[in-house]
């Protein structure tokens, strides 16, 4: 896509004449070297959104008309914008030198009240431009251009269409797949042996099935101030870390991982070098801490400090580690972070080569690019994208949802995005269940939970029908969840919109809207071309319209969640499950229709040949195989061939190995349709 830097930006100084333009078929990137003395100034758009911290640990995000909205602000990290002629801009400065470990903290861009920009020091900004027909890929191939420029400072080539530029392996995957736990929200600090035992053991008996367990904040020998001593388990786990892994793999936990801030604790290590210290981190640490102005210690040997730690963890049985704290000392100690996060990147790999690291309080670009620029594609880190969920703070939800949604496709340009642990239960807000489980979900990262065990809602999780036999993620998507670019720059209306997919070929289309606000939404999607099958999978009852033109979803401050899928019409033979829950779909005209006409009708049967296919949906069930085994209304259908009759408005009567076998009277909401060659 050839287009001319002065169509996207207004300069001064040398940044043109210094801008290094790097070819690319369907995209425009220009690579802008910027001194003090230089500032550019956005070409005309009709609006977009800029990131920037919102405190010492993570990036929220605003959205602006014109860029005189945005200023004066001196800590803008990336800008994504719109131009009238529907073109999308995005601009995120960097330093080349990211890979070598030899570079300085990545400036950010300041904005002038006139929405002029500029920078404190030298730097390079990337500034990458598609039009409309490749937005999705926007993120991805910012990622792959940034990732080049900081590795190798070399174009790459080729360039696939994609949506997210990393490829993980199955291994990869396989730590993921599933549902697991945090202890953070379940006992804060105040955990031990018999506690996380007795949680797993309550939630397993419950019917749910935990795959993986994140041992968090509590485990480690600290000093009263907040400083780690040694890797060992503090007098609350007797038995060591080896210990509490055999008794979790007694209970079905495949994997266990643990947690630690990246100085070791929060206030680092007893024996460590001095460094200046944020109040704030004071305060997270100990009150002790606080009270006598402590600061922190980091490891003065940082390859010693993590073999030694990774060595002791690996022989005790822990899969992996959740990485906290990151951003904390960015702004006093640069330099001390650096060292200390790119140890533990090669440290990481070579104890738990196949677990995806977990990077959290990390938004720092300096972090980010580094993470971009040592990661292996296959072998993406994991990185939070939000601050922590606060179960006890009713008005903490939308926020958290709001901030895990918007930052999510920027994020996804360094690594997988973690939307952080929900509860199944929230007594004080019980609407909220749903839309925090149904994020996750969508969100293509891992899904885990932080339940009071006495408390955990497993009715919720058989429901929604999200775990095989086998404790698996069904389904699992294709790539991390993020909204189209035209609703991330179109401003904050109360509903935002999530898009993921999942099957071959992107078979199926899954659209999460949230209604964030406090009052009744009502927001509508267009039919997606190619996309023939339209299901509204939750909730079930659910207030809108649907037709061949647009859905109308209707969203109360009760039920604040719905579940959209777009099936293709040839859908591949691959087995589907529904994200939300069953007994409740309504697929459009154009290839099957079926619906609750009222209360005396409990469904009814349409037929149709399907390019010599037949599809069978019940409750939300999709079979697509000529033989095959399964379950209807708790009975199991065995081998059903394609011959079928339809009897009234109540019955439908399926040949099943050439014995009639009928079920009548079904309840409202059920729905049945059955489609096939009958030639």
Known sequence: ???????????????????????????SVFDIELDPADTFRLSHGVGGRYWYPSDTWWFTSAQFHSTDDMGPREDVCCVLYQLADGRYVMIMPFDPDAATGTHTSVTALTVKENGTFSVHRPCHILLVACSPEYTDQMYARSSI??????????????????????????????????LGACTWDMFYRDVNHSSVISAIRKIQASGTRLQYVILDDGWQRTTKYGQLQDWRTNEKFPGGLKSLVKDAEEEGVRRLMVWHALQGYWLGVEDGERVDTPDKLREVASPD????????????????FYDEGYATLSKAGISGCKIDCQATLTTTAHEHIERLQRAVLHTSKRYFPDSPQVNC????????????????????????????????????HAPMLKQNILNSGFISMFGLPDWDMFRTHLEESPEWVMPHLLSRLISGGPVYVSDDAD?????????????????RIIPR?????????????????????????????????VCLVLNLSHETKSYRLPVVDGYDLIRVSYPIEWAG?????????????????AIIEYHKPCFPDIPFRSLGLEKAWLPSASLLWEHCTGPDTAFSAAFRTVEGRFVFYHGGRLIHEPLCSYVLDGKVVRKWKARTEARSDTTCVVLVDGSHRAWSGLEKGTYLVISMDIS
């Open 455 to 471: 408390k955990h809602n497993a009715g919720l999780i058989l429901r929604c029908e999200i775990l095989s036999v086998e404790g």
């Open 477 to 509: 998507l294709a790539r991390p969840g993020a909204p189209k670019l035209k609703d991330v720059v179109r401003g904050d209306e109360g509903v935002i919109v999530v898009w993921n997919t999942c099957g071959d070929d992107d078979a199926v289309k």
């Open 145 to 178: 251009h940034l990732r080049a420029l900081l590795a190798a400072k070399l174009p790459p080539s080729p360039f696939s269409s994609t949506t997210w530029p990393f490829s993980p392996t199955p291994g990869w995957f396989d730590h993921l797949d599933g």
């Open 361 to 396: 309080m990390s938004h720092d670009l300096s972090l980010l690019h580094t993470l971009l620029a040592t990661t292996h594609l296959s072998q993406p880190y994991l990185i939070r994208t939000s601050d922590d969920f606060i179960p006890h703070n009713s008005s903490s």
């Open 545 to 561: 319209k649907l037709n061949d033109e647009e859905v109308v979803i209707r969203l109360t401050t009760t039920i604040r969640a």
């Open 289 to 304: 801490a606080a009270k006598d102005h402590i600061d922190a210690r980091v490891p003065r040997n940082a390859e010693q």
């Open 1 to 27: 896509m050839e287009l001319n830097l002065s169509t996207l930006v207004r300069t001064s100084g040398r940044v043109t004449s210094s801008a290094n333009v790097i070819q690319d078929p369907e995209f």
